[in-house]
T-cell receptor, first 110, second 114 residues
Framework: QQPVQSPQAVILREGEDAVINCSSSKALYSVHWYRQKHGEAPVFLMILLKGGEQKGHEKISASFNEKKQQSSLYLTASQLSYSGTYFCGHEGGSNYKLTFGKGTLLTVNP | NAGVTQTPKFQVLKTGQSMTLQCAQDMNHNSMYWYRQDPGMGLRLIYYSASEGTTDKGEVPNGYNVSRLNKREFSLRLESAAPSQTSVYFC?????????????FGQGTRLTVV
């Protein structure tokens, strides 16, 4: 079952902030965040693990509420390069399959 | 390092034809995945392989078969292509499942079934 992302799309001006939410209906082991530019492959942003551990590569922060099975991605002082589609993925259950949501299209304008 | 390599990059099939999408990774990863991406649907998991010799169904396995040929290669086969299988297909790999590891994606195969 896919995680549910919101909003579906958001438009920002450079320098503005955005929050993208992701919720799941099952107990999770971890939440992943990826960004995809048009015509390219998804690229890893961050993993959040049950228990609070995080692993990320960029100046992007995220939270993981284990009780509510929800995660949020925080994009602050957005840059033009932040534009793209953001996917959250989750894994949990007995097989640890990595499944993704439908994505959030973020557009940052000058 | 090449990372995850998918072939072909583009393909046009006629309804009923068969084909195999190839995926190979050179990172010694255990887990490999096949996803399809359609407008408004996100990335949907087709099949998954936790390790060499094992495969498991994802969310949308109907119409597809997979083979984990060895640790490097994970192929996706369409036995009788249908227009509904027109999509962009992504292969991904991870060092292991259920651990703090990110997925690395190939560049995708754009498949059109006419």
């Amino acid at each position: 079952q896919q995680p549910v992302q919101s909003p579906q799309a958001v438009i920002l001006r450079e320098g503005e902030d955005a929050v993208i939410n992701c919720s799941s209906s099952k107990a999770l082991y971890s939440v992943h965040w990826y960004r995809q530019k048009h015509g390219e492959a998804p690229v890893f942003l961050m993993i959040l693990l049950k228990g609070g551990e995080q692993k990320g590569h960029e100046k992007i922060s995220a939270s993981f509420n284990e009780k509510k099975q929800q995660s949020s991605l925080y994009l602050t002082a957005s840059q033009l390069s932040y534009s793209g589609t953001y996917f959250c993925g989750h894994e949990g259950g007995s097989n640890y399959k990595l499944t993704f949501g439908k994505g959030t299209l973020l557009t940052v304008n000058p | 390092n090449a990372g995850v390599t998918q072939t072909p990059k583009f393909q046009v099939l006629k309804t009923g034809q068969s084909m195999t999408l190839q995926c190979a990774q050179d990172m010694n990863h255990n887990s490999m995945y096949w996803y399809r991406q359609d407008p408004g649907m996100g990335l949907r998991l087709i099949y998954y392989s936790a390790s060499e010799g094992t495969t498991d169904k994802g969310e949308v396995p109907n119409g597809y078969n997979v083979s984990r040929l060895n640790k490097r290669e994970f192929s996706l086969r369409l036995e009788s292509a249908a227009p509904s299988q027109t999509s962009v297909y992504f292969c991904a790999s991870r060092p292991d499942r259920g651990i703090n590891t990110e997925a690395f994606f190939g560049q995708g195969t754009r498949l059109t079934v006419v």
